[in-house]
């Protein structure tokens, strides 16, 4: 690598760097800014003239015990969620890259891997199909069962803990399955020729090697579901408000752009807090 | 636990979640075939649904806007960031940390949070809605994909060859034309493919970003779905996920994003 000495060094340097960086400033980092600022007006500069500052819209949150109250709804459904991924995800990224070996590996991983990449509303919307009244799941179920079974698993918080599941387990699987199949093979036969069980390995080696990207993982699926609000709008139906649809409220029906900013900064500090509360963690995954 | 029964159980978990994984995917794609509107079975085999979205105008000019700002995404934030990778893979410089992990923001902050955020601050400078908006979002979020892909590949390439080039005489335009791009061309192809994929199935920013009648085909998917969905949303979802699962399958072969290899 070249120490920066020469100023044309300097300049070529910034001419590599600045488009990318200006577009992140535009994009992203101005709009965060800019959200902060109009968490704090009465109303829009470009609606009304007569805007003013205020802390109204974050006195909201702390009066108005509804605010509160679908903060931990969204909370509480974040920790489901990475839950049920973490439970199954870390058995199966176990099983990949501990019991699977060559190159049905690399297809099995590649196969649990695609469907994280591929749209994330048609996944949620194909599970509408399954789950809905007569719909595939209580067809099969009722075909393989011999007694009538009515599920009614759509519009229930269950099938948004389902939807989110779906969408977010292959992160899981990802992250464990890198630092698992990272681990020194050596280590584990040391262990075994000297007598270790299967259960006594996992306790001591692979479990505490691992727990950083396991870690990473339930992190990566924790936030995006704080913030959901599509799956609990298409899964949820009257069962699906949460903190999430409420932003979304703010700024699709209601149209109070100032609270909905105040809104998106309380979720984006609470967000912010748990990265970094994560973040020793995260840096550990990443080497 | 016998020895040979516990590597069973391991696989049949393996597979009972690739089961869950795909299940709802192949159920949706097969009733996108079926010719009951009501998801009815017996199964009966009809493309009558494909028919019909050819025919539907609001779904083909939402899907064509889908893939041509995919496409601008794609040059724009492959442009950018690459030339932005072999900045920070040449150069040591005080700052790079700090230029590293503020690619982490536009990836680990919830897009609803993001997607608001930009709605205000376009509005208050002038852009709006539209889809000039959504592009500006769309190379946002594909930027952090390409440098990642991108300075990957970098991280195997030898910086001597660039000097021995340049010793022999060649200009640092012919050091990155002749040296530096063919060797990550793989990079910045996978880089490419993961900026469409962000982009074509990008909904959140989109959904807040776009103008109503003016928009993405997951915009237009999601109103369906809220209104009611047909067969017809079936159809051109299944074609989405096909393309972005093989998008996504090219991508990973042409990087080192998929595990060891």
């Known amino acids: 690598m070249t120490e920066l000495t020469a100023s044309a060094d300097r300049r070529r340097l910034f001419a590599l760097l600045s488009p990318a960086y200006l577009w992140l400033t535009l994009a992203v980092f101005l709009p965060l ?62 099983v990949l890259a501990r019991t699977i070996k060559g190159r049905a590996r690399e297809t099995l991983f590649l196969l649990v891997i695609l469907p994280f990449w591929s749209n994330s509303l048609v996944r949620i919307f194909s599970w509408a199909i399954v789950l809905r009244g007569n719909g595939m799941l209580e067809h099969a179920l009722n075909w393989l069962l011999p007694f009538e079974l009515r599920l009614e698993l759509m519009f229930t918080t ?4 389902i939807g989110l599941i779906h969408s977010y387990l292959p992160y899981v699987i990802l992250t464990s399955y890198l630092a698992l199949q990272a681990i020194d093979d050596d280590l584990v036969d040391a262990a075994r020729s000297m007598g270790a069980s299967k259960l006594t390995i996992l306790r001591r ?28 709008r298409i899964l949820g139906g009257r069962m699906g408000t949460y903190y999430g649809t409420l932003i979304e409220d703010q700024f699709v029906s209601v149209y109070n752009w100032p609270l909905g900013a105040a809104l998106s900064f309380t979720l984006l500090a609470v967000v912010l807090l748990i990265l970094a509360c994560a973040s020793p963690i995260l840096g550990k995954a990443r080497t | 636990m016998s020895r040979s029964l516990l590597p069973l159980i391991g696989k049949l978990w393996l597979f009972a979640i690739l089961f869950f994984l795909y299940a709802p995917i192949l159920v949706m794609a097969a009733m ?48 950018l960031g690459t030339a ?45 809605r539209g889809t000039p908006a959504v592009i500006i979002g769309h190379v946002a979020l594909a930027l952090p994909y390409v440098i990642v892909t991108v300075t990957a590949r970098l991280s195997s390439f030898d910086i001597t060859l660039e000097e021995a080039a ?78 972005s699962m093989l998008i996504m399958f090219l991508a990973t072969r042409y990087s080192r994003f998929a595990g060891d290899r």
Request: charged fraction near 10%; charge should be neutral.
């Open chain 1, 205 to 232: 080696i692979l479990l505490p090697l691992s727990l950083p990207g396991l870690l990473a993982g339930a992190v990566l699926v924790f936030v995006p579901v704080v913030g959901s609000f599509m799956e609990p």
């Open chain 2, 32 to 79: 996108s075939f079926n010719a009951s509107p009501f998801y009815q079975l017996p199964f009966e085999l009809s493309t009558r649904w494909y028919q019909q979205m050819a025919g539907n105008g609001q779904i083909l000019s939402a899907a064509l806007r889908s893939v041509g700002i995919a496409m601008v995404t794609t040059l724009v934030a492959t442009a």
């Open chain 1, 158 to 161: 269950h099938a948004v803990v």
């Open chain 2, 84 to 128: 932005a990778s072999i900045g920070l893979f040449r150069y040591d410089f005080a700052g790079k940390k700090v230029l590293m992990v503020l690619l982490f923001p536009p990836i680990a902050i919830p897009w609803l949070i993001t997607g608001t955020a930009m709605l205000i601050f376009f509005f208050a400078i002038g852009i709006g």
């Open chain 1, 33 to 94: 800014s800019a959200m902060l600022f109009f968490s704090f007006l009465t109303d829009l500069p470009q609606d009304n003239p007569d805007w003013s500052a205020t802390f109204d819209n974050y006195a909201r949150f702390l009066t108005n015990p509804t605010y509160a109250i679908l903060m931990w709804k969204s909370v509480k459904l974040g920790l489901m969620v990475t839950l049920g991924c973490v439970l199954i995800g870390y058995p199966c990224a176990l």
């Open chain 2, 166 to 243: 340049r010793s022999m005489g060649a200009n640092s335009w012919t050091v990155l034309r002749r040296v530096t791009l063919p060797w990550i061309a793989p990079g910045v192809v996978a880089g490419g493919l993961f900026a469409f994929a962000v982009s074509f199935d990008q909904f959140v920013v989109s959904y807040f970003l776009s103008e109503p009648g003016d928009s993405t085909l997951p915009v237009l998917i999601y109103t369906a779905i809220r209104k009611g969905f047909t067969p017809e949303i079936n159809a051109i979802s299944t074609i989405i996920i096909a393309v």
